[in-house]
């Protein structure tokens, strides 16, 4: 365990970010889950800004890498063209 008050503090912050980023990024999995079972095409195009908008949230706080970002986008969009 730390001693200084100062590694105390951001052990404290640390694991307050941790939390914070786990449900940002299980949402995100969730919204990308849900636009991948999607069946109308329609609806995905219309989800599909949503979704892309919550990937980039996660790349600009640095939660996923800005090329695993760019290759869900493409995923996504791609699968949404075959429907």
Known sequence: MA???SALKRIRQ???KRVHNKYYARTTRNAIRDLRNEKDKEAAAK???EVVSLIDKLAKRNIIHSNKASNLK???ATQISKL
């Open 74 to 76: 493409s995923k996504l």
């Open 14 to 16: 640390d694991e307050k």
């Open 47 to 49: 989800r599909y800004p």
């Open 3 to 5: 001693h200084h008050k």
